[in-house]
């Protein structure tokens, strides 16, 4: 067997939790503080369908080429605010919206095994992270709980102009830190963004299934399916190197 030399990591739903409550929160702030005459579910479950439509169409599955040009989470989001501001008549601000959104989700808390898991590994493997999201909100986490110094390369979508399961993103990853993707794991909660993405590049893959959700028929497996993100410590491919 090929030796592991890095550990790579998605961030939402892998290291820092994404509910739907949460999102609830947030647009009830939403309505709240722009006095909307509407139900923060009601708001949130039509945003969602233009929200949902944009990762749909950003990337073209059988080609799997990116769509042009590149559209950054935010631009996306106000753009879905727009829509569904106009389609609802409703007078909103459609960029105190989405910072909203962003400050919230700079804000979500980790899970309670994230830290240890990271340190863990630190300084036994090379370990990076990996996440379609913008820089916006996701820096403010890995401030916010003092994680950033865990990871030897931090890369989100807007860097690599390409969201998951596009290779260029996990290829980008690779090349900062010198690596083949043979010698890589990489850690994630989606059998589409983190396992064919990974897997399209010969990246191992463990998916973490908190939910017990049920697996696409049309997309490959996992190379291993752990219920915690504590149980990759024990792993026999990962813990023969731990110190």
């Given amino acids: 067997m090929v030796a592991i030399k890095a550990i790579f990591f998605d961030l939402f739903e892998t290291l820092v939790e994404n509910t739907p409550s949460d999102w609830h929160v947030s647009f009830e702030a939403i309505c709240k503080d722009q006095n909307l005459s509407i139900e923060p579910s ?7 369908e233009y929200e949902h439509g944009f990762r749909a169409w950003r990337l073209d599955r059988e080609t799997m080429e990116m769509r042009q040009p590149f559209y950054t989470y935010r ?32 804000r979500r808390p980790i899970f309670p095994d994230t830290i240890n898991v990271l340190a863990s590994l630190q300084g036994n493997y090379l370990v990076g992270l990996l996440s379609n999201a913008d820089r916006d909100y996701m ?9 950033f110094r865990y990871f030897d390369s931090v890369v989100c ?25 043979e010698n890589v794991i990489h850690v994630g909660d989606r059998q589409e963004e983190d396992v064919w993405g990974a897997n399209r590049l010969g990246i191992r893959t463990v998916l973490i ?11 490959p497996d996992p190379d291993i399916k752990i219920g915690s993100l504590s149980d990759l410590l024990v792993l026999p491919e990962i813990k023969t190197q731990l110190s």
Avoid: M, T
Wanted: charged share 25%; proline share 6%.
């Fill in 42 to 48: 009601v708001l949130l479950e039509n945003w969602y």
């Fill in 75 to 106: 631009e996306a989001w106000n753009w879905s605010f727009e829509r569904v501001f106009e389609d609802l008549n409703l007078n909103a601000n459609s960029s105190d919206a989405v910072n909203q959104c962003l400050r919230d989700l700079g």
């Fill in 139 to 147: 820096e403010p986490i890995l401030k916010r709980y003092d994680i």
């Fill in 157 to 181: 979508s807007e860097d690599a102009k390409a969201y998951k399961p596009h290779p260029d993103i996990f290829q980008l990853l690779l090349n900062s830190l010198g690596l083949d993707a």
């Fill in 209 to 219: 299934d908190r939910d017990r959700y049920i697996p696409n028929p049309l997309l």
